[in-house]
Nanobody
Framework: QVQLVESGGGLVQPGGSLRLSCAAS????????MGWYRQAPGEQRELVAT???????NVADSVKGRFDISRDNTKNLVTLQMNSLKPEDTAVYYC?????????????WGQGTQVTVSA
């Protein structure tokens, strides 16, 4: 059994900051990419930022310079520091990990955490 548990969402004013965390636990042998996606109402889910075990990052143009992704590979943890938040950042944010469990590679999703940017 593998779980991705997210935390840190909430309501923030424009220009504010939030920090999201996601911890993977369970029967995990290895993790390659971990990262964050988001889905706004009526929109498709989109990539926000991912980071590989070796440190290679992939960040959406819309958040470059404002969001920072980091990982602690020893704890199977990925965090997303979000600064200078805008109303258009409002969405449900999902953690995703590509991991090796019981001899097979899987893509796992967290349950999602709501981020609302509003005055």
């Amino acid at each position: 059994q593998v779980q991705l548990v997210e935390s840190g969402g909430g309501l923030v004013q424009p220009g504010g900051s939030l920090r999201l965390s996601c911890a993977a636990s369970g029967s995990i042998s290895s993790i390659s990419d971990m990262g964050w996606y988001r889905q706004a109402p009526g929109e498709q889910r989109e990539l926000v930022a991912t980071k590989s075990t070796s440190g290679i990052t992939n960040v959406a143009d819309s958040v470059k310079g404002r969001f920072d992704i980091s990982r602690d590979n020893t704890k199977n943890l990925v965090t997303l520091q979000m600064n200078s938040l805008k109303p258009e950042d409002t969405a449900v944010y999902y953690c995703k990990a590509r991991l090796l469990s019981r001899g097979r590679w899987y893509g796992y999703w967290g349950q999602g955490t709501q981020v609302t940017v509003s005055a």
